[in-house]
């Protein structure tokens, strides 16, 4: 795909973002990754992760990242590795649209944090949510649920 419809195909797939955070970052796109990247000083960290947690489906921290779908984990390669404060947001394909990935990446120094917005060639099946109260066939029914 040449670049400027891999630019093209990415700010369609994410027009919705774009028009709330366009106006607040300077955008420019990143060959390496193929991705619309914005940096950011502090001062806009909470409205960012707020604006993020809200058009994402799923929050991939340190933490968690571990219990990310395989498929998903695969085509994440080395970015699957999170520090402490690194975040992964994602939303599976769907019919009409690919896998969403936006990356947060604070700088070691902690005064800015980059944001890459970019598609994953493959989608994932959204995990199941188990709670301790779970037993064995609360577990299956929902598996078999989807």
Same mark, same amino acid.
């Given at each position: 795909?040449?670049?400027? @419809?891999?630019?093209?195909?990415i700010q ?7 028009? %709330? *955070?366009?106006?607040?970052?300077n !955008? =420019? ?6 991705? !619309? ?16 947690? =809200?058009h994402? @489906? ?9 219990s990310?779908?395989k ?6 390669? @080395? ?10 947001? /994602?939303?599976?394909? /769907?019919?009409?649209?690919?896998t969403? *990935?936006?990356? !947060? ?7 800015? %944090?980059?944001?890459?917005?970019? /598609? ?10 188990l ?7 609360? %577990? %299956?029914?929902? *598996?078999?649920?989807?």
């Amino acid at each position: 795909m040449q670049k400027n @419809d891999q630019q093209h195909k990415i700010q369609k797939a994410f027009s919705t973002l774009f028009d %709330v *955070l366009d106006k607040e970052y300077n !955008w =420019q796109w990143e060959e390496r990754r193929e991705a !619309w990247l914005a940096e950011f000083s502090r001062d806009k960290i909470a409205r960012t992760l707020e604006i993020l947690n =809200q058009h994402f @489906d799923d929050v991939w921290h340190y933490k968690n990242i571990k219990s990310a779908p395989k498929e998903l984990k695969i085509q994440l390669n @080395d970015l699957a590795k999170l520090n402490k404060e690194q975040k992964l947001f /994602t939303t599976p394909a /769907t019919e009409n649209q690919p896998t969403l *990935l936006a990356i !947060w990446w604070p700088w070691g120094h902690g005064a800015t %944090v980059s944001i890459r917005l970019m /598609t994953l060639e493959n989608g994932y099946c959204k995990p199941v949510k188990l709670t301790t109260k779970d037993n064995f066939f609360t %577990v %299956v029914k929902k *598996l078999f649920a989807k």
